[in-house]
């Protein structure tokens, strides 16, 4: 996605940022509804979190598929090489290993030493977005609202046969209010509905909106997935998952090639991933976490508004 250049409408058109759909504006609805479709992850007296947990205890996939790819195609190049087909086989095998080559080099970049977790928190108080840079340094930093513009990108996923719009929400920061140009961005990536979690934030930052649903509770924090953990917790499933689902067991069985190169570079990505150390002044601006007892001690329902929890569901529509 392109994030540099000037953030206004009119070098940010769509005719010259490809996956550009829309930009939102903080004076005006971005949709009918309103929901955090699951991205809100902690909630505080003064600001909400989205997308924080853990990035790699089940990271790695895309350093794996490289790695496996890349030496089928280094096993099979020297197969088809002795063939009748040796002509069309290196053109295709030559081209397969350095594009497996260049998936499995990416991913690496991104994978290895990578932060443990990128939260994204939007301080209400102050007026504050604080994030982890996603370039070079990924480092914890920080903007102010009146500096964030907000877009709508599309980028295309899937497989040859089975292509769909992945939407993602481009979070840019201006370096001041009388210069445009881009300092830094962050990005909240797979949106099934963009302008509802757009709208959400923006009732939140500017609207005084509750940060949670009627009946719903504060998010747990804390619990994280890790392999390890699964990993033993199948071992004393094992017989009772094999009674209750014997096909899912086989198909599982027979990817247990596959899924032994992806354990050893999850394991590397979990060795190696850097710990975000936020400044003791981001976690004073937050405040304490929300908790029920926060909830119950709220007679203005600021944090969580009445009715009935079935009536207003988290989901969006454009």
């Known amino acids: 996605m392109n994030v540099s250049g000037q953030s206004t409408d009119e070098a940010r058109q769509e005719g010259l940022i490809g996956n550009l759909v829309s930009r939102y504006s903080?004076?005006?609805?971005?949709?009918?509804?309103?929901?955090?479709?699951?991205?809100?992850?902690?909630v505080y007296q003064n600001a909400i979190e989205l997308d924080?947990?853990?990035?790699?205890?089940?990271?790695?996939?895309?350093?794996?598929?490289?790695?496996?790819?890349?030496l089928v195609a280094a096993y099979v190049f020297p197969i088809l090489n002795k063939t009748?087909?040796?002509?069309?086989?290196?053109?295709?095998?030559?081209?397969?290993?350095?594009?497996?080559?260049?998936?499995?080099?990416?991913?690496?970049?991104?994978?290895?030493?990578s932060p443990s977790e990128a939260p994204i928190y939007f301080d209400r108080l102050n007026?504050?977005?604080?994030?982890?840079?996603?370039?070079?340094?990924?480092?914890?930093c920080w903007a102010d609202w009146s500096l964030i513009d907000i877009e709508h990108h599309a980028t295309m996923g899937g497989s040859p046969t089975s292509l769909r719009r992945i939407?993602?929400?481009?979070?840019?920061?201006?370096?001041?209010?009388?210069?445009?140009?881009?300092?830094?961005?962050?990005?909240?990536?797979?949106?099934?509905?963009?302008?509802?979690?757009w709208e959400y934030i923006r009732r939140y930052m500017d609207d005084d909106a509750p940060p949670l649903l009627a009946g719903e509770a504060p998010p747990l924090k804390g619990g994280k997935f890790d392999?390890?953990?699964?990993?033993?917790?199948?071992?004393?499933?094992?017989?009772?998952?094999?009674?209750?689902?014997?096909?899912?067991?086989?198909?599982?069985?027979?990817?247990?090639?596959l899924f032994i190169p992806f354990f050893f570079v999850n394991r590397l990505v979990v060795w190696t991933a850097r710990t975000v150390h936020w400044p003791q002044e981001v976690k004073d601006a937050l405040g304490a976490p929300v908790t029920e007892e926060d909830?119950?001690?709220d007679p203005t329902h600021r944090l969580r508004p009445e009715g009935d929890a079935a009536a207003k569901k988290d989901v969006g529509s454009d």
């Open 295 to 297: 909830l119950k001690a």
């Open 167 to 197: 939407h993602h929400l481009v979070f840019l920061v201006r370096n001041s209010a009388d210069d445009p140009t881009i300092m830094a961005s962050y990005v909240i990536s797979n949106v099934e509905f963009p302008g509802a979690l």
């Open 84 to 113: 009748t087909w040796a002509e069309l086989g290196f053109g295709l095998m030559l081209f397969s290993f350095f594009s497996f080559g260049s998936v499995f080099l990416i991913g690496a970049y991104f994978e290895l030493f």
């Open 26 to 42: 903080k004076d005006a609805p971005g949709s009918h509804q309103a929901g955090h479709q699951g991205r809100l992850t902690g």
């Open 127 to 140: 007026q504050r977005v604080y994030f982890v840079e996603q370039g070079k340094k990924r480092s914890p």
């Open 52 to 70: 924080g947990g853990s990035l790699v205890s089940a990271g790695g996939y895309v350093t794996t598929f490289g790695l496996i790819a890349g």
């Open 227 to 257: 392999m390890i953990e699964a990993l033993k917790q199948r071992k004393k499933n094992y017989w009772k998952d094999w009674r209750e689902a014997p096909f899912t067991q086989l198909w599982q069985h027979l990817c247990i090639p």
